[in-house]
């Protein structure tokens, strides 16, 4: 078990734009069985004006979840029973769009990716400032829904549509199911058709913070994408070598 605590760093100042009072507060289900650790993070996500439920071994994660639908879940590699690997697994059989941060103490790029592959649009790795895991669960709620535009926008490229209000994606009349990350970055492509961004540019739109140069998450997520939007079909998204990718009518 990792010992990993923040310490001096100052608490938030600025409460979520979700905490409204004519909205539902977001509920995050906070999972990892370091209770020192637990109670400092609620303490924090509480006073970013959200609902925190918490969690300290996968079997109470993954029947939380089932059980409170929540909004976003942070949630840590290394669990007592199972991994938080197989935790986001079984999350993801229920909710396939839920947004999960994950806590990991490994920093090698495989370990990264094999969390991301399993399904977390995010990680922070040990030790992280409370600041930054609130920073980045604000991203995640954003690209989930947060923030949606004027109901019935829809962008349409070639075969391919995408309902803002909906989070609906359609490619020659077939569901495409995206996760909040990819929804965002086809979002992203899709709003700039035939336009070649770079990395660094997605980086900053979709994340929207610096990923310090790990331009292999982009790499990583554009593979996700053509699996599901170009499976198959004529491809629809284009890598520009030296530049970087493209989304064109097929």
Same mark, same amino acid.
């Given at each position: 078990?990792? +010992?990993?605590? /923040?310490?001096?760093?100052?608490?938030? $100042?600025? +409460?979520?734009?979700?905490?409204?009072?004519? +909205?539902?507060?977001?509920?995050?289900?906070l999972v990892d069985d370091e209770a020192m650790l637990t109670e400092m993070m609620g303490m924090v996500?509480?006073? #970013?004006?959200?609902?925190?439920?918490? #969690? #300290?071994?996968?079997? $109470? #994660?993954?029947?939380k979840a089932r059980e409170l639908r929540p909004d976003v879940v942070i949630l840590d590699v290394m669990l007592p029973d199972m991994t938080g690997l197989e935790v986001l697994t079984r999350m993801r059989e229920h909710q396939p769009h839920l947004p999960v941060l994950l806590l $990991?103490?490994?920093?090698?790029?495989?370990?990264?990716?094999?969390?991301?592959? /399993?399904?977390?649009?995010?990680?922070? $790795?040990?030790?992280?400032s409370v600041e930054e895991v609130v920073l980045r669960v604000r991203a995640l709620l954003r +690209? &989930?829904?947060?923030?949606?535009?004027?109901?019935?926008?829809?962008?349409?490229?070639?075969?391919l549509m995408l309902d803002e209000h909906s989070r609906e994606v359609h490619r020659d009349g077939e569901p495409v199911t995206l996760t909040a990350t990819e929804f965002e970055l086809l979002r992203l492509f899709m709003r700039n058709p035939r336009r070649v961004l770079s990395k660094t540019h997605i980086l900053e739109q979709v994340?929207?913070?610096?990923?310090?140069?790990?331009?292999?998450?982009?790499?990583?997520?554009? &593979?996700?994408?053509?699996?599901k939007i170009d499976n198959g079909r004529a491809p629809m998204i284009h890598t520009m070598r030296g530049a970087g990718y493209v989304l064109k009518p097929a």
């Open positions: 078990m990792s +010992r990993v605590y /923040a310490t001096g760093i100052p608490f938030p $100042t600025e +409460r979520s734009a979700a905490h409204d009072a004519e +909205r539902d507060p977001v509920t995050v289900l996500l509480r006073f #970013a004006g959200w609902e925190v439920v918490t #969690a #300290a071994d996968g079997r $109470t #994660a993954v029947a $990991t103490a490994k920093a090698t790029v495989q370990d990264r990716i094999a969390g991301l592959t /399993a399904g977390g649009d995010d990680y922070v $790795t040990k030790p992280f +690209r &989930s829904g947060g923030e949606s535009p004027e109901p019935g926008a829809r962008l349409l490229v070639g075969d994340w929207s913070y610096d990923f310090g140069g790990r331009a292999n998450v982009v790499e990583l997520y554009v &593979s996700y994408l053509r699996k």
